[in-house]
């Protein structure tokens, strides 16, 4: 009896093991850093350009300012930036719908792309 | 005799101008080192120490003036129906910018300085 039951036990953790090995594994080939793509990005950035490519371009009502120069800044800046108005953590309605449609690789390839132009 | 006494007045007044903007500049560098801004910005506002913070310099006055202001309402509790940036960093670092003509005179300052920052597309 005793003899069964350490079998089963241990049956059962090889069994739970080897799992692993087959789930840690796709879970491995998931993550692969992205990088932003310059020649991808330019059919991205007509949506940007059309404020922040014009100089002297300010925003609408109520909260009237000249809308961010964006070309020559950090990359990884623009990038947080765009998450952000993505999530909500901030808030504008443009850029909030601008960053909506945009997946990972698009806000990477537009912060490569305007952090190059200087 | 009075053509000339009148273009000393302009004179006087457009120098005065020049300066209380000197002047102006002039605090707004102060008030920025005196926030502590330069250690995550740089010296120059536009190196900063990690690439994930933004270059400053040359960045247009009153889009700056609204950052900031968005960053303070992001601190605070309630809702906002405005234009509102939550950023624990930034958070903490705005508290240190007592007043409104502090804000004015960094925003004037860092805008005056040279950069790469542009329109280009």
Not at chain 1, 66 to 93: C, D, F
Not at chain 2, 70 to 97: C, F
Request: proline residues 3%; aromatic residues 6%.
């Amino acid at each position: 009896m005793k003899l069964r039951t350490d079998l089963i036990r241990t049956m059962s953790v090889l069994a739970v093991m080897a799992s692993c090995l087959g789930a840690g594994q796709a879970g491995a080939a998931d993550v692969e850093p992205i990088v932003g793509n310059i020649d991808n990005a330019r059919d991205k950035i007509s949506m940007c350009i059309g404020c922040h490519g014009i100089k002297g371009y300010k925003t609408a009502f109520p909260e009237v300012y000249h809308v961010p120069m964006i070309a020559g800044q950090n990359a990884k800046y623009i990038e947080i930036a765009l998450a952000e108005y993505r999530k909500g953590t901030r808030s504008h309605p443009t850029m909030n719908a601008v960053a909506g449609s945009l997946s990972d690789q698009d806000i990477a390839d537009l912060a490569a792309y305007f952090s190059r132009l200087k | 005799m009075k053509r000339f006494m009148l273009a000393l007045v302009g004179a006087t007044l457009a120098a005065a101008g020049i300066t209380a903007q000197a002047q102006n500049l002039a605090a707004g560098r102060a008030a920025f080192d005196k926030a502590g801004c330069a250690a995550c910005h740089g010296a120059d506002a536009k190196t900063p120490i990690l690439p994930e913070y933004p270059v400053l310099a040359g960045q247009y006055a009153d889009y700056l003036m609204l950052a900031l202001r968005a960053y303070k309402r992001g601190a605070e509790e309630g809702n906002h129906a405005a234009i509102v940036r939550k950023n624990a960093t930034m958070g903490v670092q705005i508290a240190a910018l007592k007043s409104e003509q502090e804000i004015r005179d960094i925003a004037a300052w860092l805008s005056s300085l040279p950069s790469d920052l542009s329109t280009r597309h």
